[in-house]
């Protein structure tokens, strides 16, 4: 069973960074992050597959965030820098056995089996 948990969440100003980490119990190819605002869909931020040969990120996080993975401790991290009012949202740690290598699209499997974490809340103040 893979089973991500998250943590590392919180309030910051505009300008301020956060790291967010998930733990990953058992093997998964993609690992990566989805956000959800009030009122809007999940939106997949940023994923990684396997050794973290290939990422993703959305248009809205490039530059800013960073994804990376460490697989002695089975943990997808995601540091957020130059955080903006909009990147407020919970945050969602997700994993799959699965996965698609390609860097301009997510590595999620579509339709295929998809662990998700409790999510972590991160409020940016301006």
């Known amino acids: 069973q893979v089973q991500p948990a998250e943590s590392g969440g919180g309030s910051v100003q505009a300008g301020g960074s956060l790291r967010l980490s998930c733990v990953v119990s058992?093997?998964?190819?993609?690992m990566g992050w989805f956000r959800q605002a009030p009122g809007k869909e999940r939106e997949a931020v940023a994923t990684?597959?396997?050794?973290?040969?290939?990422?993703y990120y959305s248009d809205s996080v490039k530059g800013r965030f960073t994804v990376s993975r460490d697989e002695d401790k089975n943990t997808v991290y995601l540091q957020m820098n130059s955080l903006q009012p909009e990147d407020t949202a919970m945050y969602y740690c997700?994993?799959?056995?699965?996965?698609?290598?390609?860097?301009?699209?997510?590595?999620?499997?579509?339709?295929?089996?998809?662990?998700w974490g409790q999510g972590t809340q991160v409020t940016v103040s301006s």
């Open positions: 997700a994993a799959s056995r699965s996965g698609v290598a390609y860097s301009t699209h997510p590595c999620f499997v579509a339709g295929g089996q998809r662990y």
């Open positions: 058992g093997f998964s190819s993609c």
């Open positions: 990684i597959y396997k050794t973290g040969a290939i990422t």
